[in-house]
């Protein structure tokens, strides 16, 4: 088993910046995709971001794309989500989630996901 711990969010105005961080321990990190996924109040999960186990492959959301790069350093077991021109629909608990890597792709669907952290909050001011 993987564990996720997240860190690095909290308030921001909106057009501020945030770096999402998320930390794995346990299993050999580069066995893993990775994914960011938020979830506002009343709303369901959505996918963020992905990223292959190599990083060499990456997805983002229409939602987020050109303002967001997700990455990772294997080296450190860490993923990033770099957050830029930030909006308050952006608002939300951000999970990190690992996924069992079968192939170099990032996943997109959270049902890839078999591990999650406990998520945290970003809350973007207007």
């Known amino acids: 088993q993987v564990q996720l711990v997240e860190s690095g969010g909290g308030l921001v105005q909106a057009g501020g910046s945030l770096r999402l961080s998320c930390a794995a321990s346990?299993?050999?990190?580069?066995?893993?995709?990775m994914g960011w996924f938020r979830q506002a109040p009343g709303k369901d999960r959505e996918s963020v971001a992905a990223i292959s186990w190599s990083g060499g492959s990456t997805y983002y959301a229409d939602s987020v794309k050109g303002r967001s790069t997700i990455s990772r350093d294997n080296a450190k077991n860490t993923v990033y989500l770099q957050m830029n021109s930030l909006k308050p629909e952006d608002t939300a608990v951000y999970y990190c989630?690992?996924?069992?890597?079968?192939?170099?792709?990032?996943?997109?669907?959270?049902?890839?996901?078999?591990?999650w952290g406990r998520g945290t909050q970003v809350t973007v001011s207007s």
């Open positions: 346990g299993r050999t990190f580069n066995n893993y995709a």
């Open positions: 989630a690992a996924a069992n890597a079968y192939s170099d792709i990032p996943y997109r669907g959270s049902r890839d996901y078999g591990y």
